[in-house]
């Protein structure tokens, strides 16, 4: 279910209460509950419902509501990261005995026998560092 631009906005702006399950609203919030309820139940009943700011019952109804909403039916998006570099190369400790050991050959490192991951990728740290 998604909302309309306007009562997201609204939605943005009492959300921080409606998660708390707050019903201490103030009349500006009031209007902004009002806007997104009467939305979520014309959605998934055909009629849009009112709430009766008087009555803390109905405010709190309608806070449950639109709690439900948030939690179970809001479309979520995941935050995209622009312009990420992709990562190319092997990270260290990824790679396997075998890879190590062939890139200590390629670089004329002395190998010890039967030597370790550990070893192996502390033998080619040093050969970069000098």
């Known amino acids: ?11 943005e702006k009492i ?3 409606v998660t708390r399950k ?9 209007l902004y509950l009002d806007e997104v309820y009467a939305e979520i139940t014309k959605q998934s009943t055909g009629k849009a419902q009112v709430i009766s700011r008087g009555c803390s019952s109905c405010i ?14 809001e479309e979520k998006h995941e935050p995209r990261e622009k312009n990420t570099p992709k990562i190319t190369t092997i990270e260290v400790g990824t790679k396997t ?3 190590l050991l062939k890139e200590c050959k390629e670089q004329g490192i002395k190998i010890p026998r039967n030597a370790t991951v550990k070893q192996l ?8 560092n000098n």
Do not use: G, P, W
């Open 15 to 17: 959300r921080a209460k």
């Open 22 to 30: 707050d019903i201490d609203f103030n009349t500006q919030e009031l």
């Open 60 to 73: 709190n109804n309608a806070v449950n509501i639109v709690y439900n909403f948030v939690t179970y039916h």
């Open 97 to 99: 005995r075998n890879q």
């Open 121 to 128: 990728n502390e033998l080619l740290d040093e050969n970069r």
């Open 1 to 11: 279910m998604k909302l309309s631009k306007e009562s997201n906005e609204s939605l």
